[in-house]
């Protein structure tokens, strides 16, 4: 978990982990009570000092594709030190219960497995039809609700929007699972998907005259099955692995992203400045949904508070079960932007996103 750095405001304190690798060992060593190395990083972080770029996470990506266990990668950090990272994918052990554990992916979760067969236990998976079915007719709902209508008129309304032709949706879910009593992951993980299948056909229709064009969408997550994959490939959406997602937003980009396991707003407030956002509210970095955590995947900060005085910002209105409590983020012309900036009436709120009328 990212330490808190004392002496500074509460949007900065979640935003680093400071750790180092002693050589040739496999976990960091963490500086927990080094204030100055911790101090460092922060003022490099004001000082606009990206802690994501496209060339350090296409370098990782490329490491990673073609390591194996006992290899290791190399990082630079935001101060430009060097940092070696050892593979551990597919080390196991014997757990106290008798079974085996094993390291699986790069981020290496732990997957229990069978001591004689090596099998992991892993979900039960829905049968493909009844997954293909079950997207259908909650794609039908959601083009149906109120909420996607007013979603519709919201960007119907919008004087200047941006060109847009591809969206992203990051940690969507998947819809194949079999949770176990647990049908509103499920539930999460369909809806969402038919969010983006949904705003694809809207975007279609109001932009295909104007660009030639279709809008691709893509989405992007660890833990979907085959199943997952090949249903949502029958509804024109296009699979990306890890961190694939991240390299193709750019400026013409509808970022989608609720609760992700990883810090999708600090990313994209590092690569680009999207066309929209549709993202988690929450704004505390300490909280989600307005708790207090111990674990926050995506928090808030300072940099992305500089960035949201390019966009217009209005409450995704939702049932708040499928969604949680988002935003809509709409970036605003430059020349609208520049004005606020040197009006000298405008006042303390010139810089502020505000809603749509």
Request: charged content about 25%; some cysteine; aromatic content about 10%.
């Amino acid at each position: 978990m990212p330490l808190p750095l004392p002496g500074e405001d509460s949007q900065a304190q979640f935003m680093f982990t400071v750790a180092r690798l002693t050589p040739g060992s496999s976990q960091p060593r963490r500086l927990e009570n080094d204030e100055q190395e911790m101090f460092k990083c922060m003022q490099l972080y004001k000082l606009g000092v990206p802690l994501y770029t496209r060339e350090a996470i296409l370098n990782a990506y490329s490491q990673l594709k073609a390591s194996k266990r006992g290899d290791s990668i190399n990082i630079t950090a935001i101060d430009g030190t060097s940092v070696d990272f050892i593979i551990n994918t597919g080390r196991f052990w014997i757990g106290a219960d008798g079974y085996e554990r094993e390291l699986i992916r790069v981020a290496h979760r732990v997957a229990t497995r069978d001591p004689i067969t090596k099998e992991r236990f892993e979900y039960r998976v829905t049968a493909f039809e009844k997954v293909r079915l079950n997207l259908f007719t909650t794609l039908h709902f959601w083009r149906n609700s109120p909420y996607y209508q007013l979603l519709r008129y919201l960007l119907d309304n919008y004087p200047k929007m941006p060109r847009i032709t591809k969206i992203i949706g990051f940690d969507c879910g998947s819809m194949s699972r079999d949770l176990q009593g647990q049908p509103s992951n499920n539930s999460r993980a369909r809806y969402q998907h038919a969010f983006l299948i949904a705003l694809k056909e809207y975007l279609d229709a109001r932009n295909f005259e104007a660009t030639g064009q279709e809008v691709r969408v893509y989405v992007q997550h660890e833990t979907y099955l085959e199943r997952d994959i090949e249903v949502i490939r029958q509804f024109g959406v296009q699979v990306l692995q890890d961190p694939e997602g991240f390299l193709v937003v750019d400026e013409e980009t509808v970022v989608f992203s609720c609760r992700p396991e990883c810090p999708v707003r600090q990313v994209v407030a590092d690569l680009a400045m999207p066309a929209m956002m549709i993202w988690d509210h929450e704004r505390d970095p300490t909280k989600v949904n307005g708790m207090p955590v111990q674990r926050i995947f995506d928090p808030w900060s300072t940099r992305l508070d500089t960035m949201m005085r390019f966009y217009h910002v209005q409450d995704f209105v939702n049932d708040e079960i499928n969604f949680d409590k988002m935003d809509v983020c709409i970036r605003r012309p430059m020349a609208d932007v520049y004005h606020d900036l040197n009006d000298p009436d405008a006042g303390s709120d010139a810089n502020i996103a505000q809603p749509v009328a």
